[in-house]
């Protein structure tokens, strides 16, 4: 492979030549860049030594974490209520690496131990035919490359009035294409047209799509969709009788029966300084400086990747795959450690877009399986991606050759406020009030996927709630639109430029550990009384009650629909520990309405096979340790080029499984996110949408928790306009009295 920049986003690569590991200072802290060093290393002198392989590309290295019960013995955590931990045992550090043979072809998985001060491979072998692990960020990069110096790439660009030089593409994943070998490693290209230097490329979409291979770097098809027209009714009409591919031995345009369409030509930029040649744009200048102070510095203390803020306390992990992995998160209930979850992060993500013409159903990208939420992190900026005062992790991934990549602020802590924590007034005359307002630690991420941008916020609170908030930014995927074309699978959010309606669904990954390893999951219907109105039981009629269902059975309870009408809800229970007062157990309720959608592909769509996380709203599994740690991925370990539902995703888990899920270590995947209809408004870069996964205490805590937190009176509050209606307020007793 010819070499290629660094991506924009990372920091250096880390040269240096490997050291002896260090004894770990927490059993889950990421594999660091000199260990990445020494595992790459370890493997190259095995494949020497023991394979045919002459040449290696390195795809993956990252930690393999120890089993959960070892890990709770070393940090001294209980597994059942009020029981003692168990005895520490030894921990060995263990590794595993994905990497192709970049003569003969193949994906290896290789797993590594560290013992008596060496890094030792255990296994090493071939993985499945047509499994293919995540796409580099050095082969998205070189993709472009490839496409650039095609020789029919450079002709159909000029045939539209674009030079070699302005031809910029990004690479995606194949996403479905069964016209080729399962083992040819593929790339989709979505090629632009870049007329000046840090320009939108996006506002200058070219008409055909480019696949090559990977490996040969090369070319290897270039596809044309059809276009549409208007029919004699008004509606749109497909130029061509059929949405299915035409066969690799046709030509892609003629079958198409289109004509070319030129990119459009007008800028639409959004960095300030390209903005100033536009006369129409004019920056405001009514926006006066809000500042974040603490004065006295902030109210989190870290020690290593270990966090603590508030009576929590967590480890913050980093993987190329995941981005954030937030480990053995516990709450300190008055001296009490109380144990919540053992680990939170994103497992997975699909974007299906919804045009049905060739090849445009290929664009559903698996985000995090096929890409990697870690190794697509910005470097994030102080003062801009975080207000405040900031406290910074950074994040590694490993590179084709075998050394670690850093992002040296790719993890972002902070404080914020917000807004009121709780609040009452008195209302009787002389009555007092007491306000309390709250303040959340915030971990989060922001990870640029080609045009896309994901902003990942965990939200911990004084109350003790987790909140997962997603933030979707960046600039909409689109295709050239001819003139007066019809749309009738998107919108034409600016001149001939066309983008289609597409969803975002996020595999969210619950290990809990609500007051220990075994939990259960309780399903909540809230229903009005089937009691009618003027009965004995229900005279006024307004009688409803809540019922609840324990989850038992794998198999016929492990996969759940959310029920808008029943205001469906669940909660993650601890049976062995209950509530004083209510007799109900301890939970952690999961509030997910704002976030639930269905998946719009039929259930036997290309996507929707490979995607069965997204059938349904809530999946409970019965975790499952090996060699490579926990159940993790809800579409496989390998996601790139899947043609059918993996072995190793959680539809087949729940389908496939036996036993128990009741009072068991359980793993649950949530589905949450949003249909995105394109508008106008989203153009050339989107206003952040939210999409919001709440974890509420239930019946876990004697009384509303957060009771100890003063009230403030921010002495730097004062009046908007200098006091001169007393009406806008003074400083005093506005918190209590």
């Known amino acids: 492979m010819a070499p290629s920049a660094s991506p924009a986003t990372a920091t250096t690569v880390h040269t240096v030549t490997p050291t002896p590991t260090k004894k770990f200072k927490h059993p889950l802290d990421p594999l660091t860049p000199d260990e990445i060093n020494a595992v790459s290393l370890a493997i190259r002198l095995y494949t020497t030594e023991h394979t045919p392989i002459k040449a290696v590309r390195f795809i993956t290295c990252t930690l393999i974490p120890p089993p959960k019960r070892a890990v709770l013995a070393a940090l001294g955590i209980p597994l059942i209520p009020g029981g003692q931990p168990e005895a520490p045992t030894p921990i060995v550090r263990k590794a595993e690496s994905d990497f192709l043979d970049v003569v003969n072809g193949g994906t290896y998985n290789a797993v590594l131990s560290f013992e008596d001060g060496t890094w030792n491979v255990d296994t090493c072998g071939l993985v499945a035919e047509g499994a293919e692990p995540q796409i580099s960020p050095e082969e998205l990069a070189f993709c472009e490359h490839v496409v650039r110096r095609d020789p029919t790439v450079q002709a159909l660009a000029k045939e539209v009035g674009v030079l070699p030089e302005q031809i910029y593409a990004d690479g995606w994943a194949i996403g479905y294409d069964d016209r080729f070998p399962k083992h040819t490693r593929l790339q989709q290209a979505f090629v632009f047209a870049r007329y000046s230097e840090h320009e939108n490329l996006y506002a200058h979409p070219l008409d055909f799509v480019v696949v090559i ?57 959004f960095l300030p300084d390209l903005l100033q040649s536009d006369p129409t744009h004019k920056p405001r200048d009514d926006i006066k400086p809000l500042h974040v102070l603490q004065p006295e510095g902030v109210s989190f203390k870290m020690d290593g990747n270990v966090l603590e803020w508030q009576k929590w306390k967590m480890h913050i992990g980093f993987s190329h795959r995941e981005g954030i992995a937030l480990s053995t998160i516990t709450y300190n209930d008055d001296g009490e450690i109380r144990p919540v979850m053992y680990r939170l992060s994103l497992a997975e993500m699909v974007v299906p877009y919804g045009a049905p ?301 036996n036993g128990s899920i009741e009072n068991e270590d359980i793993v649950l995947y949530l589905t949450v996110g949003t249909t995105h209809i394109p508008r106008p408004e989203d153009w050339p870069v989107m206003p952040v949408e939210h999409v919001n996964l709440l974890f509420k205490p239930n019946n876990f805590f004697t009384k509303n928790p957060s009771m100890d937190v003063p009230g403030t009176n921010d002495p730097m509050s004062k009046p908007a306009f200098n006091g001169a209606n007393g009406a806008n307020g003074t400083n005093g007793g506005c918190c209590s009295y």
């Open 213 to 269: 291979d990977s490996l040969a770097e090369k070319v290897v098809q270039i596809d044309f969709p059809p276009t549409y027209k208007r029919a004699k009714d008004g509606s749109a009409e497909l130029g061509v009788s059929s949405t299915e591919p035409c066969p690799l031995s046709e030509d892609s345009f003629t079958e198409s029966k289109r004509e070319r369409i030129p990119p459009p030509v007008k800028s639409f930029d």
């Open 357 to 657: 013409e060739f090849p445009h159903p290929r664009k559903f990208a698996f985000d995090s399986g096929e890409y990697g939420m870690g190794t697509m992190a910005n470097e994030l900026s102080l003062g801009c991606d975080c207000l405040g005062q900031i406290h910074y992790l950074p994040g590694t991934y490993v590179t084709h050759s075998g050394t670690p990549f850093i992002i040296k602020n790719a993890i972002c802590i902070h404080e914020e406020d917000a807004g009121v924590l709780w609040k009452h007034t008195d209302y009787r005359p002389g009555g007092r009030h007491q306000t309390v307002r709250s303040r959340r630690l915030v971990v989060s991420m922001v990870c640029t996927l080609a045009n896309y941008e994901y902003i990942w916020n965990y939200h911990f609170y004084q109350d003790g709630n987790i909140e997962v908030e997603i933030r979707l930014t960046g600039i909409l995927q689109v295709y050239v639109a001819g003139q007066d074309e019809p749309n009738p699978y998107g919108t034409t959010i600016a001149p001939n430029i066309n983008a289609h309606n597409h969803q975002h669904l996020f595999s969210v990954r619950v290990d809990p550990m609500i007051d220990g390893l075994y939990n259960s999951v309780v399903e909540s219907d809230i229903v009005p009384l089937s009691a009618p109105t003027g009965s004995k039981e229900n005279f006024a009629g307004n009688g409803f009650v809540v019922k609840d269902k324990v989850l038992k059975s794998q198999v016929q309870d492990g996969a759940r629909d959310f029920d808008w009408a029943r205001e469906r809800r669940w909660r993650i229970t601890n049976g062995a520990r209950t509530h004083e007062s209510s007799g109900k157990a301890a939970s952690y309720a999961i509030m997910m309405k704002g976030g639930v959608l269905p998946l719009m592909a039929h259930t036997d769509s290309w996507v929707a096979r490979r995607a069965s996380f997204a059938h349904k709203t809530l999946w409970v599994v019965r975790d499952k340790e090996g060699v490579d740690g926990s159940r993790m991925w809800p579409s496989g370990k390998y996601v790139p080029q899947t043609r059918e539902e993996p072995e190793d995703s959680v539809g087949r888990w729940v389908k496939d499984g």
